[in-house]
């Protein structure tokens, strides 16, 4: 598929009389708005607005409008998940709320809408039990959000792709917290961006590049919607039936769990095989990331690496005290005799099992937006190929958890062991896969050892963060990010052997 | 000779057929000499045409010193006596034919035995009629590339032979001389073979060893130009004179070069698909369709009239070497370094003990067989759940006497015990005396009552063969399912879904089934009418290792 990238020019249409009112009460009600409780109507502006399409004959309007809403902290956090909900602290639930606004209260917070207008008095079976869509009623029309109108959605797809892409039918996609998401024909799905930033989209502009050094692992881009600097929407390949590489851990946890076979590799369920993939894929994404942003020999040496073993030690020190001047000093001292911790390049950035997914024909690396939790400036920084790798591999060891926390109490420590096995055994083949990758060595420390001692200190900064998160809103799972660094200061943890 | 009995009918008809691969000296002892021979298959035709397969593959049947299976042919126009006469052959089409079964035989072109008169005149000297009949060398350097097949026998692809004082080339074993198809009259004579065996009714064959005809300088001797080029000289006479007749080829490659072999539709009729076979025990293995899912998609499509065979055994081992690439298949290194998996490569397995002789698994099995893409071949013994006997050595552990009763020697023969060509099986598990065709005939719980009843619902619905295949992905990777559609618009014509549950566990999957929006799924084997597809995925429930075939009906 040829991809087609239009952009909205500014009409500076007004919105028709009162629907501006509608706008706050339905605002509050949608998952995507980061403001708290219902925003002052003085507080919103209609930035840009238009009407996109006319449908049934001219009955039915869509409009578009990006409004900005003021607000003294630019936004709240949203809480964190629920317990056993998120995989891991770094879902979008983390910390402060948006993105590449920077840290303090932001000027505005801008806001794409989509609404469909209908004449008052005609039925609209799709609103039914869709309540907080609905924005109200005006004149002789009534206004609601467009994307739960499949007509008004199939409407927006060949009106973006400028008749370029059409499809017969499309289902919105529940899961979604930040972006409204829409799956056309179960063949594309195109995601609209409800929070507006200046400035590229890091998923827009990762999955192009990857895509265009002919990188197999995304989804292909199909459609690209701008306005100005502003990206709006992205449509790409949907990956229909694909299973997320978490849930397919879990499966394999599940099964050794209830067969308990002494060697995981006897297990029917035995996930080693797609963990070798897993790393090969990792591999390749980093040598196309490579190709697609260039590498820096330098910049982690001077400045990225010296940051990473400072942060570690301050946090290390915060959290074992007074016995830092054991085993922690000890390992500090060894990370600092690196001499060459590699190359840096353009990494996933937020890159765990939940992030990879397994199709029909292979697996799929999704979401480029990077830490939710950092700035924007820092989320598309350059920084060892390790940061990824050791994402994936931490991830690994919360699945074990996460999978013994079903079983019943009286069985899960002797089910620890059958967990630490089978992390060993699955973080062994995805290393396995990404160094036996043509290529892959040329973007890392050149000596065994120096690339052990980095996965190393990036494995013990996300742990560290991972204990300060738990600590603060999972108590319960305090334990898991405190084992691996117990284990990684007792030295018993395997690093590469590259 | 008595007139020929030609079958008439659908010159495609092998798209749709059901195959039955007979090994001769294991089906039925007319004659009770302690070895199956041709007339006994002939006395066992009721009971196939009762099975409803549509055509037998006979293996090799033709005179030999049987040093290698009867692949080493020391004369294509006469019978193993052995087996029989060529009377026999001429009695087995007719009868075959007379109840609506086909017969192929297996054919080797790429060599000879090295007894056979050809080669025994080739060898004698330089100047003989025959001497350019082989592939003759003063020395054993050429073709360095073409790799040694029979690694664990072979160390060379040339052997010495004194008589002539020259070396020979030989991609099987030493004993089995390579013909030289350069040479026009070594053509013209293979193509004499073809045509004596479908002048006597013969409805084709499997072309053994096809990718090896020609070598060239320069090359691995492997799926040359030239070899395809014969293929079709072939097929053009086989279509001029004997339309109808069905060449299968053997060409154990992956999928993205076997189907060189169907040229332009103008080459072979038919080809195994070697690679899918091995993924579906690795697929239930794993609980994970993704081994099947991944090698038909990287199948390529292939021409208008032309047919994949594919099988769950046959009477090799479970062949993986001949398909593999390690760069170009991470399935091949899992399979072989799964610990489970490794013993069986190298040792022949029969399907049952494969899978721990679990019925419902083997039902699933063939359940995938007759509904994937290609027409399915069983293997003898296979409807019954017959076993294996490991002890016998690799690849007679799978051709033991077929089990018709539970009789003194299973009902094949009335020799006694010590003169059958291999004994039986006897164990609790899998003996004759408990499995058996008589006794299972006489249980319509049997396996082999499903599997008569199976191939009964599989002709009905002749998608099974002709139709185009899209597999319906969902979330649980436990669940295949997939489409078989005859028209791109599934209102016309027949549509039908299959839905595969892999796991030992009970399973729910929703499939995205909405561009068959409107369709009520009919089941095929209990035509219960399921609830209607509507606008959402449809939420499906499988029984551990269950199956369901829906017809999708537009009402």
């Known amino acids: 598929m040829n991809e087609t990238s239009t952009t909205r020019v500014g009409t500076g249409m007004a919105l028709p009389d009162g629907l501006l009112a509608l706008i706050p009460d339905y605002l509050a009600h949608q998952r995507w708005f980061s403001g708290s409780g219902t925003p002052e109507l003085g507080s919103l502006h209609v930035v840009d607005a238009g009407e996109l399409a006319v449908t049934a004959g001219g009955w039915h309007q869509l409009l578009w409008a990006i409004v900005s809403v003021d607000s003294p902290t630019g936004g709240e956090a949203p809480p964190p998940a629920a317990l056993g909900e998120a995989d891991e602290p770094d879902a979008a639930d983390a910390a402060a709320a948006g993105s590449g606004d920077g840290p303090t209260g932001a000027p505005a917070a801008r806001y794409q809408l989509l609404i469909g207008a209908r004449p008052n008095g005609e039925r609209a079976e799709f609103l039914n039990g869709h309540e907080p869509s609905v924005l109200g009623s005006v004149g002789d029309r009534y206004y609601y959000d467009a994307t739960v109108d499949s007509e008004m959605s199939l409407a927006w797809l060949q009106v973006i792709t400028e008749s370029a892409v059409a499809a017969d039918r499309v289902r919105p996609v529940t899961a979604e917290q930040s972006n409204t998401s829409l799956v056309y024909d179960d063949r594309l799905i195109a995601k609209i961006f409800r929070r507006l930033h200046e400035g590229p989209n890091p998923d827009i502009e990762v999955t192009e590049a990857l895509a265009g050094v002919d990188f197999a692992h995304v989804a292909e881009p199909v459609a690209v919607w701008r306005s ?77 690496w010296p940051g990473v073993l400072d942060e570690v030690e301050e946090q290390l020190r915060a959290v074992v005290g007074a016995a830092y001047s054991g085993s922690a000093e000890h390992l500090l001292d060894q990370l600092r005799t690196v001499v060459d911790p590699g190359p840096a390049i353009r990494t996933h950035g937020d890159y765990h099992l939940g992030q990879v997914m397994r199709t029909d024909t292979g697996w799929f690396v999704l979401d480029f937006e990077g830490e939710p939790a950092r700035g924007m400036a820092e989320r598309t920084a350059f920084t060892s190929p390790f940061k990824d790798v050791t994402g994936m591999l931490r991830s690994l060891q919360y699945a074990t958890h996460f999978a013994l926390l079903e079983r019943e109490q009286h069985e899960q420590e002797e089910l620890s062991v059958l967990a630490d096995v089978w992390e060993r055994h699955n973080r062994e083949a995805f290393l396995d896969g990404y160094f036996a990758t043509p290529g892959i060595l040329a973007l890392l420390p050149s000596g065994p050892d120096d690339r052990a001692a980095v996965t190393l200190a990036f494995e013990l900064q996300k742990a560290l963060y991972e204990l300060a998160y738990e600590q603060a809103y999972r108590p319960g799972w305090v334990a898991i990010p405190e084992a691996a660094i117990q284990r990684i200061l007792a030295g018993s943890y395997g690093g590469p052997d590259g | 000779m008595n007139p020929i009995s030609s079958f008439q009918g659908d010159p495609q008809w092998y798209r749709t057929a059901t195959f039955y691969e007979i090994l001769v000296r294991g089906f039925y002892d007319a004659n009770n000499d302690g070895t199956g021979d041709l007339p006994g298959v002939i006395a066992k035709l009721d009971y196939l045409q009762w099975l409803g397969v549509d055509c037998l593959w006979l293996l090799p049947f033709y005179q030999s010193p049987l040093r290698d299976g009867g692949y080493d042919i020391s004369d294509f126009f006469t019978i193993l006596p052995e087996y029989g006469q060529l009377a026999d052959v001429v009695e087995l089409v007719e009868e075959a034919h007379k109840r609506g079964i086909r017969v192929i035989a297996d054919l080797v072109m790429n060599h000879t035995s090295d007894q056979h008169p050809w080669f025994l005149e080739s060898r004698r000297d330089r100047t003989n009629p025959k001497a350019d009949w082989y592939v003759w060398s003063d020395d054993d350097q050429r073709w360095p590339d073409a790799r040694v097949i029979f690694v664990d026998t072979e160390k060379s692809n040339w052997a010495y032979d004194p008589v002539r004082g020259q070396y020979y080339w030989h991609r099987f074993f030493s004993h089995q001389p390579d013909l030289n198809f350069d040479n026009p009259e070594v053509a013209e004579a293979m193509l004499d073979v073809v045509r004596f065996w479908l002048d006597l009714g013969l409805d084709g064959f499997r072309l053994d060893a096809v990718p090896y005809l020609f070598e060239r300088d320069g090359t691995n001797g492997e799926n040359l130009i030239e070899s395809h080029e014969y293929l079709k000289r072939m097929r053009k006479e086989v279509d001029n004179d004997f339309p109808g007749r069905v060449l299968l080829a053997e060409a154990n490659q992956w999928p993205e070069d076997v189907v060189d072999y169907f040229g332009d539709g103008d080459e072979c009729h038919m080809c195994f698909h070697f690679p899918v076979m091995p993924r579906l025990f690795m697929a239930i293995r794993r609980e994970q369709r993704y081994p099947i899912t991944e090698i038909l998609g990287r199948t390529p499509a292939i021409p208008e009239g032309c047919q994949w065979g594919i099988f769950l055994r046959n009477h090799d081992e479970l062949t993986l070497e001949m398909v593999t690439d390690d760069e170009r298949d991470y399935m091949y290194k899992e399979y072989a370094t799964d610990p489970r998996m490794k013993r069986n490569i190298g040792i022949a397995r029969r399907l049952r003990p494969l899978v721990d002789n679990d019925r419902r698994v083997a039902e699933l099995l063939h359940a995938l067989l007759f509904s994937l893409p290609g027409s399915p071949i069983l293997y003898y013994g296979d409807e019954i759940g017959m076993g294996d006997n490991i002890y016998l050595g690799d690849r007679d552990s799978v051709r033991t006497p077929m089990q018709w009763s539970p009789d003194r ?26 499995n058996n065709v008589e006794a299972q005939m006489r249980d319509p719980s049997s396996m082999l009552h499903w599997t008569k009843r199976m191939l009964e619902v599989r002709k009905r619905h002749p998608v099974f063969g002709t139709g185009s295949f899209e597999v319906i992905s969902t979330e649980n990777p436990s669940v295949l399912a997939y489409v078989r559609r005859e028209c791109d618009d599934w209102t016309d014509g027949d549509a039908v879904l299959g839905v595969f549950n892999l796991s030992r566990l009970a399973q729910p999957a929703e499939l995205p089934l909405q561009q068959y929006q409107g369709a009520t799924p009919i089941e095929l084997l209990g035509r219960v009418r399921f609830p209607r597809v509507g606008e959402l995925p449809y939420f499906v429930t499988v029984a551990p290792y269950g199956f369901y075939w829906f017809q999708m009906v537009d009402q």
């Not at chain 1, 790409?236 to 879990?250: D, K, M, N, P, S």
């Not at chain 1, 993939?277 to 994404?285: F, H, S, V």
């Not at chain 1, 980093?286 to 820096?296: E, I, K, P, R, S």
């Open chain 1, 228 to 304: 100005g600097a502003t990206d709006l929407a992205f449509v790409q390949r949907f990956l229909v039936g694909g299973t997320e590489g978490w849930a397919l851990a879990l499966t394999s946890l599940r099964d050794l769990y209830s067969v308990r076979p002494d060697d995981p590799r006897e297990a029917g369920g035995d996930f080693a095989h797609e963990a070798s993939r897993l790393g090969r894929m990792t591999a390749e994404m980093h040598l196309a990331m490579a190709q697609a942003f260039g590498v820096d020999r330098d910049r982690f040496r001077t400045d990225g």
């Open chain 2, 409 to 434: 020697n299973a009902g094949f023969s009335r020799a006694d015990f010590a003169q059958l060509y291999l004994p039986p099986l006897m164990d609790p598990v899998y003996g004759y005396q408990a």
